[in-house]
């Protein structure tokens, strides 16, 4: 036990480099980044500076080019896919702009997929049950996501990401699709989360409202923060 | 939670799912009524072998079992047989084909009904001019004949004079020396069928036939029947895989197509699970699951359309074809469908399973 504890997320030059063909699409040039437990940051930045890639990059869905990236003490930089993607089974939860649900199952059962991958016991009592109240979907589960409205999807979304207790929730635009008021109640949900259960939480966001949200802003440009 | 999901995606699009299943169980219920029929013809044959009543049959040298073998037996032949100790009745037939797996079976009525019991006639009597024709029940159904009717085979028309229950060796019976005559082979027989006065000398008898008559083929009836199987016809076996290797291919064709729409059509869905963790092996998982399903579901209507295959034969066609529903091979076409499932999934499995999640969870 340290006075200062080790960051959850220690990125240190960070380069993603896609490759489309014969065309090479630099989208992240050398991002440091440090994130301790509890945090709300907002990251904000034009279209195309690399918030969603770097996103990718941390939640293990995509390998970083060069640099190093330690979520919660296990380095990503050098791990397989498959070790990857057990660390962001256990690790990270995803809410994306377009909610992302599995449009055959029923709200409940998406949430269960993410419990059933993470091999987690799919009770529906305590913590679970507390959280989904918290979110105040309880009474839609039974519904597909073709009919609940958007921030009904998006706090079913939500649900399903935090449903595993991740160290890491990464939210891309999480109110990108949805009016002032839903933005707002989506938001507010977020926080709580933050204050109430400690959540780490990296949000992606345009909107500078929302970005008042966060305890911290970071701005991106270029494939770097600036 | 994986089934939840296979058999939600199969309900989402379940006008595919049906279509797809049915395509694969057509594959089934072609195996079963091919299967069907062979062993439904053989057996129709055996029974209707028995229904002449004899004891002992006599085959031309080098015939098979099945088969409509020339008629080369001479007529003299059977005088010679009838002479023999012990044997009480001998008939001979002659069999002229006509068509298909179709027949028409010249007998000498006298002999053939001493030894048969005699025809049981629904309607009409035995033949008396030279232009007339006994025909069985499942036959004037079929052609939807009755007596008075005028029938063409053998390049003639034939009046219906009686219509007999079936099940007595033929379906159409003309008068022998007539139908050796137009067939042009006056004192030919294809058959000689022969009862022993004790069935204790049936044995004795047969010793005999085999001495007196060297070449010929001599049976004892249950022996004759028994040789009537799928396994000793050739042809059968190796027709019944060429059909059960095309089940395969078009079940395969019918699962890939099927499954490649759907994991294009799902891209997002795909991307969605690995975000959440999901290994590719998981994804492959749904997908082989998807194909299982179809295959099973289509095995099950395959099957039930065995049935409807069955009352439409016996329906249209019980004078030419026989189908018997064979249980034993409802795994083995089953087995069949779920290969070709499987084989079909594989490639869009794998495609589904290493595909880019990041690029289907653009927004864009
Ligand atoms: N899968 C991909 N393949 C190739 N280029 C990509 C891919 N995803 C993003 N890019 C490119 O990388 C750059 C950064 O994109 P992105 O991370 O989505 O930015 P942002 O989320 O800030 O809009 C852009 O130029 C984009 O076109
Ligand atoms: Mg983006």
């Excluded at chain 1, 940051?41 to 690399?50: K, L």
């Excluded at chain 1, 597909?144 to 635009?173: F, H, M, T, Y």
């Excluded at chain 2, 009745?89 to 079976?105: D, E, L, Q, R, W």
Aim: glycine share 10%; aromatic share 8%.
């Amino acid at each position: 036990m340290s006075e200062t504890p080790k960051p959850l997320i220690e990125v240190t030059g960070l380069t993603k480099t896609y490759h489309m063909g014969e065309v090479e699409v630099r989208a992240l040039r050398g991002v440091d980044l440090k994130v301790r437990k509890g945090e709300f940051i907002a990251i904000c930045g034009p279209s195309g500076s690399g918030k969603s890639t770097l996103f990718y990059v941390l939640g293990g869905l995509a390998s970083a080019t060069t640099g190093s990236v330690l979520i919660d003490g296990h380095d990503l930089s050098n791990m397989s896919d498959g070790e990857r993607t057990q660390i962001r089974r256990d690790l990270v939860g995803f809410v994306f702009q377009r909610y992302n649900l599995l449009p055959t199952l029923s709200a409940m059962d998406n949430i269960s997929m993410a419990q059933f991958i993470a091999g987690k016991p799919q009770h529906t009592e305590g913590w679970f049950k507390r959280s989904l109240e918290m979110l105040g979907v309880g009474h839609r589960l039974g519904h597909k996501p073709r009919s609940l409205s958007g921030g009904e999807q998006q706090r079913i979304a939500i649900a399903r990401a935090i449903v595993n207790q991740p160290a890491l929730l990464l939210a891309d635009e999480p109110t990108g699709n949805l009016d002032t008021e839903n933005s707002e109640v989506v938001l507010k949900l977020l926080r709580d989360l933050n204050e109430r259960l400690g959540q780490t939480i990296l949000m992606i966001t345009h909107n500078p409202e929302a970005a008042a949200f966060a305890h911290r802003i970071i701005h991106m440009r270029d494939g770097r923060i600036v | 939670m994986i089934n939840k999901l296979v058999i939600a995606n199969l309900k989402h699009r379940w006008i595919r799912t049906i279509l797809s299943s049915l395509a694969v169980g057509v594959q089934v219920t072609m195996i079963l009524t091919i299967v069907g029929l062979s062993y439904g013809m053989l057996d129709d044959i055996g029974q209707r072998s028995r229904g002449v009543g004899a004891d002992i049959l006599i085959r031309p040298p080098g015939s098979s079992i099945i088969g409509l073998s020339s008629a080369n037996i001479p007529e003299k032949l059977l005088d010679f047989v009838r002479k023999l100790p012990h044997v009480a009745i001998a008939t001979g037939t002659t069999v002229h084909p006509i068509g298909g797996p179709n027949s028409v079976t010249g007998i000498e009525l006298e002999s053939f009904s001493a030894m048969s019991g005699g025809f049981r006639y629904i309607e009409g009597g035995p033949f008396r001019q030279p232009d007339e024709v006994v025909i069985d029940q499942f036959w004037a159904r079929q052609n939807k004949l009755k007596v008075g009717d005028y029938a063409s085979f053998m390049d003639r028309k034939w009046r219906v004079c009686g219509i007999v229950e079936p099940g007595k060796l033929a379906r159409m019976f003309l008068p022998i020396k007539l139908l050796q005559d137009l067939s042009a082979n006056t004192g030919k027989l294809t058959m000689i069928y022969v009862k022993v006065d004790e069935h204790e000398n049936l044995q004795t008898v047969i010793d005999g036939f085999k001495k007196e008559l060297p070449g010929y083929q001599i049976y004892s009836l249950e022996e004759f029947v028994s040789l009537i199987s799928v396994d000793n016809v050739p042809g059968v076996k190796p027709f019944i895989y060429v059909v059960i290797g095309i089940s395969i291919f078009v079940g395969f064709l019918v699962v890939f197509n099927s499954m490649y729409t759907a994991v294009l059509e799902r891209t997002r869905e795909i991307g969605i699970l690995k975000a959440l963790g999901a290994t590719p092996q998981m994804v492959l998982s749904v997908l082989l699951r998807e194909a299982v399903v179809l295959a099973l579901v289509g095995s099950v209507a395959g099957i039930l359309l065995t049935y409807v295959a069955r009352w439409a034969i016996m329906h249209y066609v019980p004078g030419s074809l026989t189908q018997t529903i064979v249980p034993n091979w409802w795994p083995i076409a089953t087995g069949v469908s779920l290969m070709g499932a499987l084989l079909g999934a594989l490639y869009p499995g794998w495609k589904a399973a290493r595909q880019d999640a990041i690029e289907a969870l653009s927004y864009e």
